[in-house]
């Protein structure tokens, strides 16, 4: 059974950084396509990030082009997703998808491509 746990959100101010991690056990790690999505208060989840298996493509919707990456490391089973110069708006919970066949790009920025979720963690941004 494929399990995702997302550790490492909390409290930041405006423009400051903020890391979140995702570990994953249960499948091989290096065959998942790894997705970083987030949901604030009253909306729909939002795609944000992914990352191929072998962590050489990599895509991000356009709000966070330039501020957040998004990266893995094949030999921990763990993916990360680096976020730089955050804003209120960034504020949400932070979930980590798994799947094995999702593309990198736009088709895979669906939330519905992907097979296996974490539980979330918050990221809080104050203005």
Excluded at 36 to 42: E, L, S, V, Y
Excluded at 73 to 87: A, F, I, P, S
Excluded at 101 to 117: F, T
Aim: aromatic content about 12%; proline content about 3%; some cysteine.
């Amino acid at each position: 059974q494929v399990q995702l746990v997302e550790s490492g959100g909390g409290l930041v101010q405006a423009g400051g950084s903020l890391r979140v991690s995702c570990g994953v056990s249960g499948f091989p790690f290096n065959n998942l396509v790894m997705g970083w999505f987030r949901q604030a208060p009253g909306k729909e989840r939002e795609f944000v990030a992914a990352i191929s298996w072998s962590g050489d493509s990599t895509y991000y919707t356009d709000s966070v082009k330039g501020r957040f990456t998004i990266s893995r490391d094949n030999t921990k089973n763990t993916v990360e997703l680096q976020m730089n110069d955050l804003k209120p708006e960034d504020t949400a919970v932070y979930y980590c998808a798994a799947d094995r066949v999702a593309a990198v790009g736009p088709l895979g920025a669906d939330r519905r491509v992907y097979d296996y979720w974490g539980q979330g963690t918050h990221v809080t941004v104050s203005s």
